[in-house]
């Protein structure tokens, strides 16, 4: 049974940073595809970053440059460091993975959320001006 639990979420001033965390276990294929999305009140989900198990990633415009994740294998776990953090960063953020296979680019590629059959409940993450 794969299970995915976040943590690191809080309170910030814009310009700040935050690193997030998630706990992995379950996941037993040697390829897979893990991320970060986020879903801000009245907003639709979006994501953030994918990595898959050869470390390749993948970034959304909007935090690119800012955001970087990261990956443990031998930790099973999942990391996100947030800098220069903007109060439209605001929001929960929740990992997700795709147990079976690597990450798709493209416009049906992880960073939509498609074949992220597993998900955590998410941190909530707060920028203030």
């Known amino acids: 049974q794969v299970q995915l639990v976040e943590s690191g979420g809080g309170s910030v001033q814009a310009g700040g940073s935050l690193r997030l965390s998630c706990t992995v276990s379950?996941?037993?294929?040697?390829?897979?595809?893990m991320g970060w999305f986020r879903q801000s009140v009245g907003k639709e989900r979006e994501g953030i970053a994918t990595i898959d198990s050869d470390g390749r990633t993948q970034y959304a415009e909007s935090i690119k440059g800012r955001f970087t994740i990261s990956r443990d294998n031998a930790k099973n776990s999942l990391s996100l460091e947030m800098n220069i953090l903007k109060p439209e960063d605001t929001g929960t953020y929740y990992c997700a993975a795709n147990p079976w296979r690597d990450c798709v680019s493209g416009s049906r590629g992880a960073l939509t959320g498609i074949g992220m059959a597993y998900w955590g409940t998410g941190t909530l993450v707060t920028i203030s001006l």
């Open positions: 379950g996941i037993t294929y040697s390829s897979n595809c």
